[in-house]
């Protein structure tokens, strides 16, 4: 698999929790000196400005998708390599899945939990077949996890979650898939 572009789905906040922060800075770093595209939602605030920043400033290709609506909430980040204001949420998603090769999931929100149970079941419909990393910082996806992993044992997916998700818990073990 290659992968030129990543998706990086993450909270507008940063958690309680400093590992969250500190992972998602790394990734960042790491990222930008793969020279691998980050495609995010363009917000400045939270862990989605903590991997913008630690991208930009490692000469990374930084590229936010935010809906006209967001623009103030999410604090449009207005030092990005290209940025895209987008009509509403459906044509960000869009946008996001279109313009990656794979997506890594980072601690967050609603927000984050719609982008990647979207992108899983796109997957699912082979409307697209991209690989879904979890990066499990401090455990926070455990539960999820398991619950994903519930709802194959009670055969409600059509494949195995496996096949298109994979689970690590520091930034540097994204590397052996590059």
Known sequence: MKITAIAVF????????????????????????????IIYGGGNKGLMAAV????????????????ELLKATEHLHEGLTETHIVENMHVRKQMLYEKCDAAIILPGGYGTLDEVFEM???????????????????????????????MHEENFLYNNPTDQMEIITEPDQLLKYF
């Open 10 to 37: 993450c909270g507008s906040k940063t958690g309680n929790n400093p590992l969250f922060e500190e992972h998602t800075r790394a990734l960042g770093a790491l990222l930008a000196k793969q020279n691998i595209r």
């Open 52 to 67: 913008a920043n630690a991208a930009l400033q490692n000469k990374g290709h930084v590229v936010g998708i935010i809906p």
């Open 120 to 150: 899983l079941t796109w997957n699912q419909l082979n409307i697209h077949c991209k690989k879904i990393f979890f990066l499990n910082s401090g455990g926070f996806y455990d539960h999820l996890i398991a619950h994903i992993n519930k």
